[in-house]
């Protein structure tokens, strides 16, 4: 067979493997496979009925049978584009189109919702609610999900998310899905009532601490007894990010920092006196940094705002500040019709 073209070599060899011995079979198998540049390692099995398609095969464009390899190739592994950040794994969300997303891979509840049920809990009929898709903020987007759907839906988002695992998740994420990415804007710096620079501490036990302004220089500077900082972030106001970036229509708002929505309106007049968003989500806790929440609510009505209970359904304001039970709840603030 000296001198045959390769293709003809490759026939006899089909033809043969019935016949010929198995130690016989893996010679002229090495010999077709050769490469002497990728090392190889034998498999355990090999089935002689079909000729297999080895890398080699491939990058040659020789026709082949799928099977196994005698050896496996030891290729260099393609760097994925999109690496996930440390503790995490992809889901995918079923609100409309499907896309992946990052989420944590333990101890967080709404990213098992998002990979058992293909949402954080958040329903078409929501998405229909918000009307027309527009300009939204997104303020405490953690993750992204929220972010996310309504760029799926079609929004240009602005979301803003200070602390750094979740936007790792987000960028991860975004990533992963360039076409949603077009939509959404991710600032990694926090909403407050002025712009300050942040440091988050913590002692042997756990317990933490965020100190902002001279606090956070005179820790610097001085310190305290048994704790350490593993954090850092900036504070900004929202009236000073929305004058920067020329905005000049917001259509929606999903508000919710744990407690520091008062702070976050503090450094934001703009919104309510000026740009006026047809709806707004926000977060309410019974303890709030800087107000409480009756005067929350009161900020939003005088400057004339119907809060309900969903998108779409009134219900009596007072409820939110007098279930001894409920320790946070979500309002919808309605512009109202005349406005």
């Not at 011995?21 to 198998?29: M, P």
């Not at 979740?166 to 960028?171: G, K, R």
């Not at 999903?254 to 919104?271: F, H, I, P, T, W």
Request: hydrophobic share 40%.
């Amino acid at each position: 067979m000296i001198g045959a073209p390769k293709a003809l070599v490759i026939a006899c060899f089909a033809v043969l493997s019935s016949t010929m011995e198995a130690s016989t079979l893996q010679g002229l198998s090495h010999f077709l496979h050769r490469q002497p540049s990728a090392p190889r390692e034998p498999l355990d099995v090999f089935d002689p009925s079909v000729l297999p398609c080895s890398e080699r095969f491939v990058q040659l464009g020789i026709p082949c049978k799928p099977g196994r390899s005698l050896w496996a190739e030891k290729l260099p592994a393609t760097p994925d584009p999109c690496p996930l950040p440390p503790n995490a794994k992809w889901c995918v969300v079923r609100l409309g189109k499907p896309f992946k997303m990052a989420v944590y891979d333990q101890f967080d509840n709404a990213s098992k919702l998002i990979c058992d049920t293909g949402t954080s809990g958040l329903q078409e009929a929501d998405l229909d609610a918000l009307g027309q898709a527009g300009n939204a903020l997104d303020i405490g987007a953690n993750a992204g999900f929220y972010s996310l759907a309504l760029a799926n839906r079609g929004w240009n988002v602005t979301a803003f998310e200070l602390m750094a695992p979740p936007s790792a998740l987000m960028d991860a994420t975004l990533c992963k899905n360039p076409e949603l990415a077009k939509k959404i804007t991710l600032n990694k710096f926090g909403l407050g009532a002025k712009g300050e620079h942040c440091i988050m501490i913590t002692d042997k036990l756990g317990d933490g601490q965020t100190k902002c302004g001279e606090d956070a220089v005179s820790f610097g500077r001085i310190g305290q007894a048994g704790y350490h900082q593993f954090g850092a972030f900036d504070m900004r106001r929202l009236d000073d990010v929305l004058s920067e970036k020329a905005v000049k229509q917001i259509d929606f708002v999903k508000l919710d920092v744990e407690g520091s929505e008062c702070q976050v309106m503090a450094g934001g007049q703009s919104l309510l006196k000026n740009l006026r968003p047809r709806l707004i989500e926000s977060a309410v806790l019974k303890n709030m940094e800087g107000c409480d929440a009756t005067d929350y609510l009161t900020r939003f009505a005088k400057a004339a705002y119907t809060v309900s209970g969903s998108p779409v359904s009134a219900f009596d304001p007072s409820e939110v500040v007098s279930d001894s039970h409920a320790l946070s709840t979500t309002v919808w603030l309605h512009r109202d019709e005349d406005d």
